[in-house]
């Protein structure tokens, strides 16, 4: 995407940069040139790019949903200002404040929500965000590829507190994420 | 060609005695009274940019607090006030008024008109803004400004979360300058549509017309649900209505779509206008004619429809289903078409003609440099899963500066520099302009690349410090250091402008070798702008015809007669500009700045729990309103009057579609949008918020039923026969007493709605009837008034006129249709149910 946007930007100001060193004998009032600057430059140059690139974009959109696996884990993501508030539902009764502790190498479905303000889930090295809305539960998948411990943020302005509304994701392995279920955080 | 012998004594006359008409008081007093589009302009402009510098000052502050991590220099209550009110003033402030000033100032020149078609309306939009703004920014020199980001997300936002009047002085302040900006919008589209130079089709319209033609109308339907998202935000926060409140029925998002429903065009709102500065310029500069004007309209068109697709991309982030995402994101990329057919036009135009670099056009090569990027990470933000990571990222922040900084204002410095010599009839003569050009561009291009990395490297949006360690400090040291090296340059191009407009050299006319009307008048414009009102033949009037200075100056056009000793325009057909009508002006008055105090005072007294002092503002808006229509309105018909070459045409206001008639359907239609979009609240509430369906439903009786459809049929038959009456010379009593009825009738069903359901505050449910009812009867009291007025006209024995009954007649047909609508939406949940 990066090199294909540097290859638009050096034609565009190539174009232009011609066009102001070029010096017509006279100037041209016709309308002539339309075709080339119009059609092709204006019209089916942007059509053929920009479809080509939101299909792209869409094709990588859906191979980031949800889908059904029998290995799938759901764990639950309660926002407040400014604290984050982690639910097992394979543990009822088990929570943890500030850490979402998941399996490694299984895909984990968070159900987001809020009990204040809008505030949005991201832990960058796992997947994009997603709001936290009150009164809305919000699906997010994510995989940890590794066990071990990645960070992540509050990505919506959400107050004085926004700054440092901060949260840690830990990956397990196998055992250590039974172990956690059965007896709660180390 | 056979050239007539100078007249001058001709010309100087006709000046003299169209200044005496035309010219604002001398006095001090004068800026408070005068209504020309001159003045009014000016004023603007000036008040604009003390926004703009404002504006600047507080990105400064955030600059310097983000220079440094860890950073002492504010804590975050006081962060949190300063990036949302430079956000606020720089968009509502700054953006909107700017180019709204100059389309007041050169709108009617390029029209071939003599001012705008309400000047007072324009002088009242003007002081609503100062006013208005003056009371945020007061606010925020006492620390009490909102504190939520510029686009107010409730709960946050809401009284639980914001206690205290910060939110408030953003609701209403900006309210009350939306309602200036669609003033504005209204005067601009009833302008460009009927006022123009004989001869004038629409298709040798000057292609700023037409871009501030889609610009006006895409205000009047993109600020409406933005003026109903701050109506039920205000009326949680001060009366409990929980329209946003999850327990009790209300949602959240809604907010979110309201807001961004007007939050994406009004990105075009802001770019087109600079769009068309840019279309404007360039042929000038290149030395030729723009290359495809018929694309360049079909693609300023476009656009402006395309960006009423695409508001949810400013909300992908939210949990909505990804086919949903899918057809935005199609959208949003979509919408670069009509953006890169403007952008290849304008190199094309390039191409064929010899450009000149001059001050204008290194300006217009900085917006080149800097568009290109921000559009092409604006087709980079369309894409879902690349949005999902960078959204509300320092990404976006650099994104949005590149689009409207390099879109917007280098387009808007290079309309100030190029039509300086008009405004102020001086000329530039100092190296000081492009000294500031290469201080304000490549430090623009430092400093927001470095945001965009430091953005891709994670850094939020918003957030008032960041620790060390991150790989950030660098970027950052470097984006602040850059940003004032950016200040100064843009302190420099206002000083340069200063100078120029005080001690600039004086010069002859058209000095670009421009092609269009507004430079066939003389340097500096004066307030009537043109002596008669020209007549052209084509696209390039001062291409076809170079004489045309001198034989507007003689009073070769229409309307140099000023034996009626009157303000006078054209009104010309609206596709082919043929002479229609003529317009009288209205002369000086204080009505206008009366108007605004008592509209600004009844918005900004809540601010205060003044209730009273608001109600009381509202009775003197009527009041003054009431004034301002019966002053303005003649007292005798005259016929028809000559208007020059020949031609005989009615006065304005004796034609069945006055510019009154034109400036009602236009606000109509706001107005509309605005129903729709609370429509659209209540069936989204329905649809998608938590705790719906409401405990209970309104069941209807028959009688409100009944009161409503007899009130509506009455309501729309009333007015109709009143103007046929007035035509055919009938007595029009009766039909208006018809109408009255009609009215209260429909009143009494509204009344009917909020007396079934005594609890606002209880559920969303009772809160959007409340708010549907509250429509009709606010209406149905506007066309109480309005008869009223044409009651009064006929007792104190002026007459009625059927443009005036026409217009009541539009009002009663919008009160009528919308009211059964809202009704009908009240009551048939609760039948059926």
Redesign the interface.
Known sequence: ?LAG?LA??VL??A??I???L???AQ????????G???WT???A???TT?AA??V???Q???R??PRDTPDLVTVTAEAR?WAWTFGYPDAPGLATDGVLHIPAGRPVDVQITSR???H?FWV?RL?????A????V??LRIEAPAPGTYSG?T?????????GHVFTVQAHDPAAWVRFLQEGPP | MTQKPPRRGTALRLHRQLERIWSPDPRFRGWLTTNNNNDVGRLFLAVATLFFVIGGLLAMLIRAQLATPGSAFMGPEAYNQVFTMHGTVMMFLFAIPFFEALAVLLLPGMLGTRDLAFPRLGVYGLWVYIFGGSAVIVAMLMGLSPDGGWFMYPPLSSAAFSPGIGADVWLLGITSIEVSAIATAVEIVVTVLRYRAAGMSLSRMPIFAWYILVVAVMILTAFPPMILGSLLLETERALGWPFFQVENGGDPLLWQHLFWLFGHPEVYIIFLPAAGMIATILPVMARTTLLGYGWVVAAAVSLAVLSFGLWVHHMFTTGIPHLGLAFFSAASTLVAVPTSIMIFSWIGTLWKGRVQMKLPMLWLLGFFATFVIGGLTGVMLAIVPFNWQVHDTHFVVAHLHYVLIGGYVFPMIAAVYYFQPLLTGRFHYFRLGAVAFWLVVPAFHITFLAVHVVGLLGQRRRTWTYDEGQGWELLNLIASTASFVMAIGFALVILDIGITTFSGLRGKRNPWGATTLEWAAPMPSPAYGFASIPIVRGRYPLTDDPDLPQRIARGEGYLADTSRNRREALIVTTTTGKPLQVAVMPGNSALPILLAVVTSTSFLAPLVQAYWLSALALVGVVIVALVWVWTTAPRQSEGLVDAGHGARLPVAAESPDPPGWWGSLFLLVADGVHFGSLMFGYAFLWTVAPNWPPPSYLVPTLLPVLLALGGAAALAAGPRLAARAVATGHRTALALVLSLFGALSLATAAASVMLARQDPAGHAYDAALWLLAGHVGFHAALAVIMLGYLALRRISGHGLRVGEARIVSLWADFTAATGLVALAAAWLPGTFA
Do not use: C
């Open positions: 995407m946007s638009i930007l565009v100001l174009l232009l011609a066009a102001l070029r010096r017509p100037s041209d009032d016709s309308e002539r040139g339309t080339l600057w119009l430059l204006g019209l140059f942007p059509l920009l690139l939101t792209y974009g869409l990588m959109g859906e980031l949903l200002q204040d303000v809008v949005s960058p997947a994009g965000k997603l709001d809305l009150p009164g809305h919000n699906v943020q990505a919506e302005f959400n107050g004085a507190g926004y700054a």
